[in-house]
Every structure is written in structure tokens, then in C-alpha cells.
């Protein structure tokens, strides 16, 4: 079945440590997205990328950087410069350049600090 | 982007529709209006969405006054499964490759959560 594959599922951190949270899609989407929610909160845009070998900053992108080499894959790195990466990672994707198409979201990965 | 307002919580009884409103008094002309889901630990779940037609797939209707200010997302017979914080979304669609896909990003509210009874 089509869809966006989010993994792991949990993960847990060390202090100062980077981690590479996964995001795979096979609906030859061209947009792919990354949010951050945090308990009882919305979502807030990280990153984001329209093509492949393109992303652009989001609300929040300190402490993350990310890379788009292939279109199915948005891969996220949470940094040591982020200082509070606690929260629940939702990757999304969607129909570039469509004006009304939703994006579709993968299942998560919650990250904790260990 | 227009603001939405939605009830906190709604209970329904398993077996029956359940109807959840939103209001959007400020939306413009261009705007839809998106409903999306969000299961405990899941990620969001696209349900529908429309401008100013009523719209209905095989999850839900909706239903949107004429005057386009409020909308109610319709699903016809509510299981144990469909628990869970709902999201009416309003905003303009813009094609991303001419504002860029951050205008694309999607500002979810406090949701509606739906508790179905069994």
C-alpha cells in the first residue's frame, strides 16, 4: 500500500548526541514536510522540501538540519544544538504545486532524553 | 489564515452520526476548509476536505453553510475507532512552487476530541 513510513518509533537520546529520524514515502510525492508537536500543542513546521536536492527552513529549524537526495526520503537530524527535542516527530507529504491536495502524514517518532 | 473554533470534547454513542462543528467566521473566498484526525501516538489522518460544496468519501461528509462561515464534519455511523482529537483547518491553498511550501504548512488548533461510547 502507498504510504509514509516513519521510523523508529520511539527513540531515545543521549545529551549531546545526534540522532537521524527516518521518513520514507512511495507516493511519488514531490513535497515532504516535517512537524514537531509537542503535549496538548499543534503542529510546528521544522523543514521543509518541495524537490529533490531542495529544502528550505521552517517556524523552527534550530537544531535540525535535514537533506533531500532521493524523492522518496526526507531524512531529519535532531542535533545537540537543540536543546529541548523532546516531542513527537510527524513527517508529511503531498502533491507539489496542487492547490487544494492534503498532505498526508506518517505514524511518528517520539523521541525522548534519556 | 482564518481561525477556527471548535467544541472541546463531544461524546457519541457507537452506532450513531456524529456531528462535529466548526466555526470559521473570517474565512475568505479562497480558503477550504480540511478536517483531519489524530489517534492517540498516530500521526494526523487527512478525512476530507472542501471549499464550498458539500463533499462526502467513504470516512465522512461535510457539510459547509452557504455563507461558508461554520462547517460540520459528518461521520455516519461512529465506531470505537474513530476516537480521537479532530481538526478543522482552514487556509488558503497556493500552489508551492509559486509562495514556496512553508505556505503550505498546516496549523492545527485544540481539535474536538470525539469520544465514541460503546
Known amino acids: 500500500d502507498g504510504g509514509i513510513t516513519q521510523s523508529p518509533k520511539y527513540l531515545f537520546r543521549k545529551e549531546g548526541q545526534n540522532v537521524t529520524l527516518s521518513c520514507e514515502q512511495n507516493l511519488n510525492h514531490d513535497a515532504m514536510y516535517w512537524y514537531r508537536q509537542d503535549p496538548g500543542q499543534g503542529l510546528r513546521l521544522i523543514y521543509y522540501?518541495?524537490?529533490?536536492?531542495?529544502?528550505q527552513k521552517g517556524d523552527i529549524a534550530e537544531g535540525y538540519s535535514v537533506s533531500r537526495e532521493k524523492k522518496e526520503s526526507f531524512p531529519l537530524t535532531v542535533t545537540s544544538a537543540q536543546k529541548n527535542p523532546t516531542a513527537f516527530y510527524l513527517c508529511a507529504s503531498s502533491i507539489q504545486g496542487a492547490k487544494n491536495q492534503p498532505q498526508h502524514f506518517g505514524d511518528g517518532t517520539r523521541l525522548s532524553i534519556l | 489564515d482564518a481561525k477556527t473554533t471548535q467544541p472541546p470534547s463531544m461524546d457519541c454513542a457507537e452506532g450513531r452520526a456524529a456531528n462535529l462543528p466548526c466555526n470559521h467566521s473570517t474565512i475568505s473566498g479562497n480558503e477550504y476548509v480540511y478536517w483531519y484526525r489524530q489517534i492517540h501516538s498516530q500521526g494526523p489522518q487527512y478525512i476530507i476536505h472542501?471549499?464550498?460544496n458539500n463533499e462526502t468519501n467513504e470516512m465522512a461528509s461535510l457539510i459547509i453553510t452557504e455563507d461558508r462561515k461554520s462547517s460540520t464534519l459528518i461521520l455516519p455511523h461512529a465506531t470505537l475507532r474513530d476516537t480521537a482529537v479532530y481538526y478543522c483547518i482552514v487556509r488558503v491553498a497556493r500552489p508551492s512552487y509559486l509562495y514556496g511550501g512553508a505556505t503550505n504548512k498546516l496549523i492545527f488548533g485544540t481539535g474536538t476530541l470525539l469520544a465514541v461510547q460503546p
Open positions: 522540501s518541495q524537490i529533490v536536492n531542495d529544502f
Open positions: 472542501g471549499l464550498k
